[in-house]
């Protein structure tokens, strides 16, 4: 009995100095620290705030605690800012300091410790890969030269549709076509490869282990290993799967794609410009001895993760909305009717003539933001924002999608309306020219795939608008939009049946 007094007893003492070392060391150094809920020893604000720390639950704590606001979550800090102002500080004033990434247990193991681009702090590497990856991947002469692969594979894609007679009465998960377009329009630029069908042995295998990948990578129940370390042996089974994958993805990317473009290379001269596909710029940039054959890899995983789920998502969300609002839907329609006429299918060069199909991705891409709390930043030194502390490596979640939906900045926040794009809001652009509104960030960290994404969604959802009356499936009204949060990304929860009937026949 008194063994057991004397246990507890210890253990109260242990815990009590554990919150007078931590309070007295940041009042003796004068640390101002954000508001935020009181914190417990080693749990932090875990306890409270559980797992799901997405973009809605965030918005709420902020109307607690304010614009700035510190969670501690076990041993990460994480700081959330809601506001235009902050925003602009973090992404813009400070970008440099707060322009690095923090990176989690599961995303050190997908990213080799950013030996990436996506996932690697500010400095020489991330400089040197985004410049490597700027020119097979991000500029116009890109967009002019790979637009025509994109509207071919938009075109496949309807008329796939158009031989299903499913399609037209039942319904079809649509996504799974999409998906296949994707890649398709992501390996012409990357490898100059596509796949045929959603068969195809080779682009089944790739599309399982990037989903695995995602799945993994998206899930927040490996977080309490994150946060608190003394867990982590309960990981050790997660990590190890993890592990596998990526090897097994790696290992995928280079058998298959960079070692056989490497292979056709020797054989064939790939001298003249035009024929060089992305990869022939980074194995050349490798042979220079700028970037190592991980590094090659790594840029591979970062465009089958950043680019092809993104948009796909982005393609769902749009689909959804036009079915759940028919209006909208044929005001596009009738819009893309009369600027092209009805021989004429969308293409790149068209979609700068079509204001409402901009403003209906731009809703889209505001209302369900796919990448809502953008890829967390991080400051790796010790810094200040809004006149607070903010303790080194911190992770910096810029809530956008609150940015966007804030009744404050926007009117009836809560409606899908393209038309606000049109009236009161058209100045504003999806590049960031204002800070309210960047579905693709903004600052040195921007995403430098808005150049593709953007034409892509316009040729494919012009298309399909163009060709297809997009309905819910027989017995439902509407398209059931629940959204499925993840570490950085809101998908869809259920991928939609619908129907799509054809108009011209
Ligand atoms: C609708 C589609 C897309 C959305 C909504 C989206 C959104 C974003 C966002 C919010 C960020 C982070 C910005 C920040 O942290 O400040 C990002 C980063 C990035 N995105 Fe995208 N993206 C999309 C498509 C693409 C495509 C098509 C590509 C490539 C072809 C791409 C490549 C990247 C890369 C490489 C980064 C990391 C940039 C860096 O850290 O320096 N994204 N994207």
Not at 73 to 93: C, F, I, W, Y
Not at 142 to 165: F, I, M, S
């Amino acid at each position: 009995m008194d063994l057991l007094l004397l246990e507890k007893t210890l253990l109260g003492v242990f815990f009590a100095i554990v919150v007078a070392t931590v309070v007295s060391k940041l009042r003796g150094k004068k640390f101002k620290l954000p508001p935020g809920p009181i914190p417990v020893p080693i749990f932090g604000n875990w306890l409270q705030v559980g797992d799901d720390l997405n973009h809605r639950n965030l918005s709420e704590y902020a109307k607690k605690f304010g614009n700035i606001f510190l969670l501690r979550m076990g041993q990460r800090n994480l700081v959330v800012v809601s506001s235009p102002d902050l925003a602009k500080e973090v992404l813009h004033t400070q970008g440099v300091e707060f322009g690095s990434r923090t990176r989690n247990v599961v995303f050190d193991i997908f990213t080799g410790k950013g030996q990436d681009m996506v996932f690697t702090v500010y400095g020489e590497h991330w400089r040197k890969m985004r410049r490597i990856m700027t020119v097979p991947f991000f500029t116009n002469k890109v967009v002019q030269q790979n637009r025509h692969g994109w509207e071919a594979e938009a075109a496949a894609v309807v008329e796939d549709v158009k031989k299903n007679p499913e399609a037209a009465t039942n319904g079809i998960v649509l996504r799974r076509r999409l998906q296949l377009m994707m890649y398709n329009n992501m390996y012409r630029i990357m490898f100059d490869r596509r796949f045929e069908s959603e068969d195809d042995p080779l682009f089944v295998k790739l599309k399982a282990l990037n989903g695995e990948r995602s799945r993994l990578a998206q899930s927040f129940e490996y977080n309490y290993g994150d946060f608190i370390p003394i867990l982590r042996p309960f990981l050790r089974g997660y990590l190890k799967i993890c592990k596998e994958v990526k090897q097994r993805r790696l290992q995928l990317f280079k058998e298959y794609f960079v070692d056989e473009r490497k292979k056709l290379a020797s054989t064939k001269a790939t001298s003249d410009d035009g024929l060089k596909c992305a990869i022939d710029h980074i194995l050349e940039a490798q042979e220079k001895g700028e970037i190592n054959e991980d590094n090659v890899l790594y840029i591979v995983e970062n465009i089958n993760v950043a680019a092809i789920e993104t948009t796909v998502w982005a393609l769902e969300w749009a689909i959804a909305e036009l079915i759940n609002n028919p209006k909208i839907q044929e005001k596009l329609r009738a819009e893309i009717d009369t600027t092209l006429g009805p021989e004429n299918e969308v293409t790149e060069p068209d979609t700068h003539k079509l204001p409402y199909l901009e403003a209906v991705i731009k809703e889209t891409l505001r209302l369900k933001m796919i990448v809502p709390c953008l890829v967390p930043h991080m400051n790796l030194h010790q810094a200040k924002l809004g006149g607070y502390d903010i303790p080194a490596e911190c992770r910096i979640y810029v809530n956008a999608w609150w940015l966007a939906n804030d009744p404050a900045h926007w009117k009836k926040p809560e409606e899908f309306r393209p038309e606000r794009f049109l009236e009161e809001e058209s100045n504003v652009e999806a590049n960031g020219n204002n800070i309210k509104y960047i579905p693709f960030g903004v600052g040195r960290r921007n995403c430098p795939g808005m150049l593709i994404a953007m034409p892509v969604l316009g040729i494919t959802l012009g298309r399909l608008v163009q060709n297809f009356e997009l309905l819910p499936p027989p017995g439902q009204s509407k398209i059931d939009t629940t959204e499925n949060n993840g570490q950085f990304a809101t998908r869809m929860l259920n991928h939609a049946t619908i129907v799509l009937k054809p108009r011209y026949v």
